[in-house]
């Protein structure tokens, strides 16, 4: 009996199994940063001589999609943020931010369907690289926050699909600059491929 019952619970599972559906993608655009003021720079005397920065600029992002239900998924992915600091007085150095995220997805057609928007959110940590610093030598600082947002995802062929991202990410504001509060906005507005199976 126990025999049969495994045997049972093994076909069940394989047929979960079967249902689930993954993509893996590559995306690029831009980010776009609200509320990125870090806070005041200052002069060798303590004086105020400008405010520090976030700048714009472009994203790359890898992702890797399981659809375990007809309407709902799991996304996890990295992405490299490339964009820059204005330290004030004129002074624009580039920085690097590393992503890694997870998000819960929820899908307005079912799987299978050719057109599939959705809604996504969930928690990312960003890794900042202090301006002209290198990514090798680990002195970077990591923050927490949520992202939400949604897309569309678009069935080209049967192994090869679009998809289109628009999402918010909320962090805390890296480096502890003098005067700095609140949390760091960053938009993202990618384009992507991915190849589905």
């Known amino acids: 009996m126990r025999c049969w019952a495994g045997v049972a619970i093994f076909f069940a599972g394989m047929g979960l199994a079967s249902a689930q559906v993954g993509e893996i ?10 509320s990125a003021s870090l806070g005041t720079s200052l002069d060798t005397l303590g004086n105020a001589i400008g405010n520090i920065s976030i700048n714009d600029g472009f994203r ?3 992702r890797f ?3 375990t239900y007809r309407f709902a998924g799991h996304e996890f992915g990295y992405a490299y ?3 820059g600091v204005d330290l004030g ?3 624009k150095v580039p920085m690097s931010i590393q992503q890694g995220f997870y ?3 929820l899908y307005a057609t079912p799987e299978g369907s ?3 928007p959705f809604a996504a959110g969930g928690v990312q940590f960003s890794s900042f690289f202090p301006p002209g610093a290198s990514v090798y030598y680990g002195n970077q600082e990591t923050k927490f926050g949520v992202n939400y947002g949604g897309g569309i995802k678009v069935r080209v062929t049967e192994i090869i699909g679009l998809r289109f991202d628009v999402r918010q ?7 502890k600059f003098t005067n700095e509060h609140g949390r760091l906005n960053q938009l993202e507005a990618t384009v992507g491929a991915a190849f589905l199976f």
């Open 81 to 83: 943020n490339r964009s």
């Open 25 to 34: 993608s590559v995306s690029g655009g831009v980010s776009r940063f609200g």
């Open 60 to 62: 790359l992002a890898a």
């Open 103 to 105: 998000d819960f997805l």
């Open 65 to 67: 999609t399981l659809n």
């Open 89 to 91: 007085g004129g002074q």
């Open 114 to 116: 050719r057109i599939r």
């Open 169 to 175: 990410y909320n962090t805390g504001k890296p480096f």
